[in-house]
Nanobody, 120 residues
């Protein structure tokens, strides 16, 4: 089994910064893509940022220039540094990873989520 555990959520004022981290553990052979998604109340889950094993990144237009995704392959960990936060960034943030396990196959794994609240 593979698990993802997020940390770093909380309450921050508008314009503030917050960092999230997500560590994968279990019987992992390798991890390809990792990413952060978010779901605000009454809205669908959306991609915030993604990163490949080679370090290529992509961002939602709404966070580009404010959020930075990075990863440490040796630690099976992905990070999301958020700055210039806005009330509309308030959501539950979920970590996602595509993990190669044995017997050879890929699993898509989700973390339980961490709440980020941006007060106006």
């Amino acid at each position: 089994q593979v698990q993802l555990v997020e940390s770093g959520g909380g309450l921050v004022h508008t314009g503030g910064s917050l960092g999230l981290s997500c560590a994968a553990s279990g019987s992992i052979i390798s991890i390809t893509d990792m990413g952060w998604y978010r779901q605000a109340p009454g809205k669908e889950r959306e991609l915030v940022a993604g990163i490949t094993s080679g370090g290529n990144t992509n961002y939602a237009a709404s966070v580009k220039g404010r959020f930075t995704i990075s990863r440490d392959n040796a630690k099976n960990t992905v990070y999301l540094q958020m700055s210039s936060l806005k009330p509309e960034d308030t959501a539950v943030y979920y970590c996602n990873a595509r993990v190669r396990v044995n017997p050879p196959r890929y699993l898509e794994v989700w973390g339980p989520g961490t709440l980020v609240t941006v007060s106006s």
